[in-house]
């Protein structure tokens, strides 16, 4: 079977930095991807990774190890904005979304 | 920019009812997918549309059927609403699978 594994919720503090992870079991590889969801928000697109290596956009990066299938997304100075659920998703050998479930993130002052 | 807007944004059904949930985009995107999403779980395919007049089943399609009469219009119904159908559906576009899916707000759909 196919299988996305996340932590289910982290919390972290305002100014911090915070790592998710994500770990992956699939039919093939063909990109992996992170979203940000606030609580009763759409998904909106954060990254995209098909390339071992780290991916960095502003204070969000992103990294990928196909071979240990995993990757994680890195947050920077974490704002109080930041507080949302984050979702890996991989594109599988027939071009199929994957989900994870998502991991909360709470931010603390 | 409207992006991706579905209707309605909430609903209420009663056990054995029927309605359409509809998508619409102005990105001229060529793929159109509907998901739905529960507590817990990811995100889940029902259907998805490769282009304009094709339609493929996704994970979950059992008690749902999709229309893709223009490139734009991805029509999501419910034949027999059932209460297991209760979730919060999505619609999404992007011009292909290895690309950025932009998605509607959602309809949170009720099944008494």
Known sequence: GQNIDQPTE??????AIVQI???YQTSGFNGLFWYQQHAGEAPTFL???VLDGLEEKGRFSSFLSRSKGYSYLLLKELQMKDS???LCAVLDS??????GAGTKLIIKP | NAGVTQTPKFQVLKTGQSMTLQCAQDMNHNSMYWYRQDPGMGLRLIYYSAS???TDKGEVPDGYNVSRLKKQNFLLGLESAAPSQTSVYFCASNMGENTEAFFGQGTRLTVV
């Open chain 1, 94 to 99: 027939n071009y199929q979304l994957i989900w």
């Open chain 2, 52 to 54: 304009e007049g094709t």
């Open chain 1, 10 to 15: 982290m919390t972290a503090t305002e100014g």
């Open chain 1, 21 to 23: 992870n994500c770990t």
């Open chain 1, 84 to 86: 949302a659920s984050y």
């Open chain 1, 47 to 49: 990254s995209y990774n």
